[in-house]
Structures are given as C-alpha cells and as structure tokens.
C-alpha cells in the first residue's frame, strides 16, 4: 500500500506534470513545422538513437505495434525511415532513419527551446544535480 503523499510530493509531482505537458506542447509544435505528427517526431527520435524493429519502437513510446507499423510507413514514404533486415535476425526488420530522416530528427531535438531556456538559466551543478536525482527516479544507474 503506497503512503499518503505529502504536501510537498503533490507539490513536486504537480510541476513534473506542468514540465511534461509544456514539452509535448512545443514537441507537437516542432513535429508540426517539420510536416511530422508529434508520434512521428518521437519515432524518428528513438530510431536516430539506434535502429529498432517495431514492436521495441512500441514498447519504448507505451503503444500498439499497429499504431507503429503504420507510422513507420508513413516515415517511409517520406524517404526519412528505411526497413532493413537485423544483422543478428534476418527474419526481423529494423527501422532504420535515411540521412535526411536523421538531420530531420536532430532539428527538432535542436528545436525545442522550452526545456533548454529555463535550464540554461541553472548552474551546471544544479544541472548535473537535477539529471542525477531524474535518473535516481527512473531507476537508472548512475553514469
């Protein structure tokens, strides 16, 4: 059974939620200058991390391989994503992002001013501070 929260913890995880919504806000407003939904963007994001097949695509953004497929395709036809076979898998295709994909993908994440504006606004202590205790929470180890 979790605790009742504490003033301060609904306090907390209220700006967390603000902090969320006012980023997917300007990421759907960034996709949208880019012709992209945000669905789109967030795709193309994760595949400029690393190629992935579709269902690891829809475990990562918590949504039906369906829902992917159809993204990807879309992506596809736009000459952003191609489909190539895994090297550990043949029989497994990987979404993989075209250079043009790619530098489309770095754009938006240059785009997004909302959380870079009030960050530089912190020190690189508090910076290092703030992404340690994100990770502490996620259950990240630390770097």
């Not at 012709?35 to 579709?54: F, W, Y």
């Not at 829809?58 to 990807?72: D, F, H, M, R, Y």
């Given at each position: 059974m979790t605790p009742c929260a504490d003033s301060l913890t609904v306090e907390v995880v209220d700006l967390i939620g603000t902090v969320v919504a006012r980023y997917y806000e300007e990421y759907e407003h960034a996709?949208?200058?880019?012709?992209?939904?945000?669905?789109?963007?967030?795709?193309?994001?994760?595949?400029?991390?690393?190629?992935?097949?579709?269902?690891?695509?829809?475990?990562?953004?918590?949504?039906?391989?369906?829902?992917?497929?159809?993204?990807?395709?879309?992506?596809?036809?736009?000459?952003?994503?191609?489909?190539?076979?895994?090297?550990?898998?043949?029989?497994?295709?990987?979404?993989?992002?075209?250079?043009?994909?790619?530098?489309?993908?770095?754009?938006?994440?240059?785009?997004?001013?909302?959380?870079r504006e009030p960050l530089g606004r912190l020190t690189v202590t508090e910076r290092t501070l703030l992404k340690e205790l994100l990770q502490r929470m996620l259950g990240f180890a630390p770097e």
């Open positions: 996709a949208a200058e880019h012709s992209l939904t945000g669905a789109q963007a967030r795709v193309l994001r994760l595949l400029s991390l690393e190629p992935l097949p579709m269902r690891k695509i829809a475990q990562s953004l918590k949504c039906e391989p369906s829902n992917i497929t159809g993204i990807v395709d879309r992506l596809e036809s736009r000459g952003l994503v191609e489909r190539r076979p895994d090297p550990a898998d043949r029989r497994v295709k990987l979404a993989v992002p075209t250079d043009e994909g790619a530098r489309m993908a770095e754009a938006l994440r240059t785009s997004l001013s909302f959380a």
